[in-house]
């Protein structure tokens, strides 16, 4: 796994300030960009966290597959801007994962970029 690093500013957008055009998705996917996990610059409250049935708190990383279970709709970050997260490409999501931000591929399930602790 790899280290975590400092997070960056999100690509496209200034941070906290909502993006033009949220719906305009990057169409592909550039790993080098997205493959990273960053410890979070800033937390966020936004209520409880209803995980399912056995969660037991696990520390992902680009490259994981995530169990479908855990990146449904109920756990999609949609306004993922709120909280300076990246707009996700085409075919990626932001899920909560207990106090992290997991950016996955809904079809595979692949963890593409981690931000460690957004949530508290």
């Given at each position: 796994?790899?280290?975590?690093?400092?997070?960056?500013?999100p690509m496209a957008y200034p941070r906290f300030e909502r993006p033009q055009g949220t719906q305009t998705r990057p169409s592909?996917?550039?790993r080098p960009y997205y493959n990273h996990n960053f410890n979070a610059d800033r937390t966020y409250h936004i209520g409880p966290y209803h995980p399912p049935r056995g969660f037991q708190y696990r520390r992902w990383a680009y490259?994981?597959?995530l169990p479908?279970?855990?990146?449904?709709?109920?756990?999609?970050?949609?306004?993922?801007?709120?909280?300076?997260?990246?707009?996700?490409?085409?075919g990626y999501e932001w899920v909560r994962y207990g106090p992290d931000a997991l950016l996955v591929n809904i079809t595979t399930g692949e963890v593409i970029q981690v931000v460690y602790g957004r949530f508290f």
């Open positions: 796994m790899a280290a975590p690093e400092m997070e960056r500013a592909q996917l550039d490259g994981d597959i479908g279970i855990f990146w449904g709709q109920d756990y999609w970050l949609t306004d993922y801007w709120l909280f300076g997260l990246d707009v996700p490409p085409v």
